[in-house]
């Protein structure tokens, strides 16, 4: 069974800085995997995808890169500003032969301070 | 474009009801995917449809079932609801079931049973 972790739940850090959120998952036969950004209450907004058999997706100050033999991707946000305060949600796709549905982590809550 | 639009937004509801969601994709897509996300916790796989079958689900009881139209849009159906049913329910969409595709979600429908 799929289990994708993000650690820490929550991160606080001041306006400026470059920060890296980390995904890890179980089982490294994944066809994709996509970044979400989740404002309180509300949807899910997609950030990257990043098919399998890429290294890295940038968008903007966005990039996360995939290690899929060790079952990591990260997102790095270069020059955070407070408007990135939000909960950053990474998620799977398995491999053909499964229903395209995406496993999730909990998410990264977090906060950039003025 | 619109995007994933998903109805009510809100809803309260008393235990023991019944409660009826309601998604349509975003132009062009064939692909919906029902989603349930509990406060602090990650999104959860319900149910995949495409072309208006079936084509996966998640470990949810028989209380919860789903159909899609020939607009390709959908109805997420709930019955007997639990107070533990309270969550946010997250629809997404995307071209294809392949793996490869994108996907775009909703802005859910907060439903509370009280």
């Known amino acids: 069974k799929q289990e994708v972790t993000q650690i820490p739940a929550a991160l606080s850090v001041p306006e400026g800085e470059n920060l890296v959120l980390n995904c890890s998952f179980t089982d490294s036969a994944i066809y994709n995997l996509q970044w979400f950004r989740q404002d309180p209450g509300k949807g899910l907004t997609s950030l990257l995808l990043i098919q399998s058999s890429q290294r890295e997706q940038t968008s903007g100050r966005l990039n996360a890169s995939l290690d899929k033999s060790s079952g990591r991707s990260t997102l790095y946000i270069a020059a955070s500003q407070p408007g990135d305060s939000a909960t950053y949600l990474c998620a799977v796709k398995l491999s053909a032969g499964a229903n395209s549905k995406l496993t999730f982590g909990k998410g990264i809550t977090l906060s950039v301070r003025p | 474009d619109a995007g994933v639009t998903q109805s009510p937004t809100h809803l309260i509801k008393t235990r023991g009801q019944h409660v009826t969601l309601r998604c349509s994709p975003i132009?062009?897509?064939?692909?919906v995917s029902w989603y349930q996300q509990v406060l602090g916790q990650g999104p959860q796989f319900i149910f995949q449809y495409y072309e208006k079958e079936e084509r996966g689900r998640g470990n949810f009881p028989d209380r919860f079932s789903a159909r899609q139209f020939p607009n390709y849009s959908s109805e997420l159906n709930v019955n007997a609801l639990l107070l533990g049913d309270s969550a946010l329910y997250l629809c997404?969409?995307?071209?294809?079931?392949?793996?490869?595709?994108?996907?775009?979600f909703g802005q859910g429908t907060r439903l509370t049973v009280v």
């Open positions: 997404a969409s995307s071209k294809t079931v392949l793996s490869a595709t994108e996907a775009f």
């Open positions: 132009s062009g897509h064939k692909s």
